[in-house]
């Protein structure tokens, strides 16, 4: 099955997995062979981490542990400024070499990758070949929320995907703005629904891999519409990071890339940023995903 087989090249919940023997890998200078489906995502992640000045990084999870998010059984605990600055060293993208005959060298022997916050959308373009494959043109893939719609619904018109509101505690299905989307990814990341608490302070499981800390500029939600879900979903993170002004600044620049940003306010109510190209609705029924 062709998430299985992405699943064994990049999940690092499996041990036997391509992405969990390189982070294994203890040395430096040494090539390690990658399958197409990674070589193909550590492309477009490192197109990513290039273009948002490092917005988005696969090397921050050893940051996510530290603040008791992840894999850690820390949780919900404010790592000292020093435990912080200890880690950093281990953290960039730009640390790991990609060869165009499928290897990955370390730069650095500590450093591992996470692409959860992209390989998801990978899947998601992966199953819409798929399909496209056996000759069928008018469909539409979800996996998590991320989304590739092609060609258009039964009754002729565009796919309509309704945005999450992105309020803790919302449910799944209640929507917030409604996009019409016809040949395109689409990619929606927020801080609404991880975080924690403490001491009157919230603290966002989506981090600054510059500097080490959760994300405290008001952003609670992007969403994408790009030409892949595999674009998308990594942009998304990566503008979650951004600021909403120069998240739009960036979106602005790009070819057949649409965003919508969402800011909360003090008082609690939100303040929607989109790009040129982004036409949303209020929320009306026939949706055909959540």
């Known amino acids: 099955m062709r998430l299985d087989e992405i699943n064994k090249s990049m999940s690092t919940y499996r041990k036997d997995s391509e992405i969990s023997r390189f982070n294994a890998l203890n040395k430096t200078g040494e090539k390690f062979y990658i399958s197409d489906d990674f070589f193909n995502v550590m492309t477009v992640a490192q197109h990513i981490y290039k273009l948002t000045g490092g917005a988005w990084d696969g090397t921050v999870k050893p940051i996510e542990n530290l603040w008791g998010f992840g894999d850690s059984e ?43 916050s992209i390989a998801k959308g990978y899947g998601v373009d992966q199953v819409a070949a ?6 069928i043109n008018n469909f539409l893939v979800e996996i998590g929320g991320e989304v590739f719609a092609s060609g258009f619904r039964k009754d002729g018109k565009k796919w309509r995907i309704g945005i999450n509101r992105p309020l803790s505690g919302s449910p799944v299905n209640q929507v917030y703005k409604v996009v019409d989307i016809h040949d395109k990814g689409f990619a929606t990341s927020g801080d609404y629904r991880n975080y924690f608490e403490l001491e009157g302070k919230r603290f966002s499981h989506i981090f600054d891999p510059r500097n080490g800390y959760p994300i405290k500029n008001r952003v609670v939600s992007v969403s994408i519409m790009a030409n892949t879900c595999t674009f998308a979903d990594g942009l998304a993170t990566a503008i979650m990071v951004l600021n909403h002004k120069k998240g739009l600044e960036l979106v602005n620049t790009l070819d057949n890339t649409e965003c919508l940003i969402v800011v909360q306010v003090d008082n609690g109510t939100f303040t929607d940023y989109y790009s040129k190209g982004f036409i949303p609705e209020s929320c009306t029924d026939n949706l055909e995903t959540l």
């Open 74 to 116: 820390n949780k919900n605990r404010v790592p000292s400024k020093t435990e912080i600055e200890t880690f950093l060293p281990d953290i960039g993208f730009n640390n790991i070499e990609i060869l165009s005959s499928h290897h990955l060298i370390k730069k650095i022997a500590s450093i591992s990758l996470d692409l959860s």
């Open 130 to 135: 798929l399909i496209r494959t056996n000759g």
